[in-house]
């Protein structure tokens, strides 16, 4: 099992409304992808939302990336998500930008799709029916490949078009293309994301147990794919939660324990509808539904939650995750109520104590899954004419009869 951990843009309360604290909170999230890259981790997901005050007020996470990029080595960088309705994104744009940060990242990007966070963000587009992202979805999920591969790409579609040939360019790096991903819900889209070859984005707000259905539903349409949709099989599934792990236990129970731990998830239930909520459960701006006492931490805990305490029992509490079948464990950065030299901290701890136990392989897993990646489409769809061209400028880095420049 594979370590990773998830940003969003968080600024909760006033400071959602002052610049200074918004630029802090860019600071900040940017700090713990630097650290978790120096301490094992292999993944960091960046959200994409538009106009969720205070829950993300990150809009464009291939910004920041670009800045990641350079600032770390090994970790890799993932959309969570990246909106496919050609109505936000247009489908060229979306090819484009996945492989120039292919190019950028040298191989270190996951591409994760979604249809959008629910209908107050996607209205922000003019999108007043949050079903009819679901068709657009489907198709250019499907579309983005050729586009990839082909240099006279065309499209008639129902929800775009491409009239005539066009080379959408940059070509992914390298061999294949970024691993592909989509965020899930119900079981019907995790069985649909197996089928279809590619990585499960699960955004949990239960009990870890919950999820196993769903997992099984995955790993049985991945195990019955004979055609990825993409160049290869990307045979993962990704689950969201929270940790608090520090080298002392108690330590790690007061910061569960303070006042203020739920508001994110009051955000989750007043923007997120299209994710089902537990009855009962506190919408914002209602009071947050806190943890009491340390009885009732222990139940969270048991019914996993959240991982807590120092980091031998967050590895017990690790493997029921792995238990479910879980390929990828994610954690939400910053955990509500944990101040921001904690995160700092926990980052380490976690990274140094309790990844090493479950996962010894230098490797990514996606960048393994690259690797036996095969071309699916043929360069050209049409004749191509013959032009000659007589001369290229001395910095050309192949020259005319084909000698490479220095």
Known sequence: MEFGVFLNGYVPGPAAHDPACEHEMFRREIAYVVEADKHNWKYAWLGEHHSLTEYSHLSAPEVVMGYLASATERIHLGTGIMNLSPRVNHPVRSAERVTVLDHVTEGRFEWGTGRGAGSHEIATFNILDKNST?????????????????????????????????????????????????????????????????????????????????????????????????????????????????????????????????????????????????????????????????????????????????????????????????????????????????????????????????????????TRYRQSAKPKYQPFNFPVPEIVVEELPTNAQIRLDGTRTA
């Open 134 to 366: 679901k068709s657009e979805w489907n198709e250019v999920i499907r579309e983005i490949p050729r586009m990839w591969e082909e240099r006279d790409y065309s499209f008639e579609g129902e929800h775009f078009t491409v009239p005539y040939p066009h080379n959408v360019l940059p070509k992914p790096y390298g061999v294949g293309h970024p691993p592909i991903w989509v965020g899930c819900g119900n079981p019907a889209t995790f069985t649909q994301a197996g089928e279809l070859g590619i990585g499960a984005i699960a955004f949990n707000f239960e009990p870890v147990y919950n999820l196993k259905g769903r997992i099984e539903a995955y790993k049985e349409g991945v195990a019955g794919c004979t055609e990825p949709l993409g160049q290869y099989l990307n045979d993962n599934v990704m689950m969201t939660n929270a940790v608090i792990c520090l080298s002392d236990r108690k330590r790690a129970r007061e910061v569960a324990l303070r006042p203020g731990r739920g508001y994110l998830y009051s955000l989750v239930c007043n923007y997120h509808d299209t994710i089902p909520h537990a009855d009962n459960v506190p919408v914002w701006p209602e009071r947050p539904t806190t943890i009491a006492d340390e009885e009732m931490l222990d139940r969270l805990i048991a019914g996993g939650w959240l991982l807590c305490g120092e980091p031998d029992e967050v590895a017990e509490q690790a493997e029921r995750y792995q238990g479910v079948g879980c390929d990828q464990l994610v954690f939400g950065l910053p955990s509500d109520s944990m101040a921001h030299e904690e995160v700092l901290e926990m980052l380490e701890v976690f990274g140094t104590k309790v990844i090493p136990e479950f996962d010894r392989d230098p490797v990514h897993s996606t």
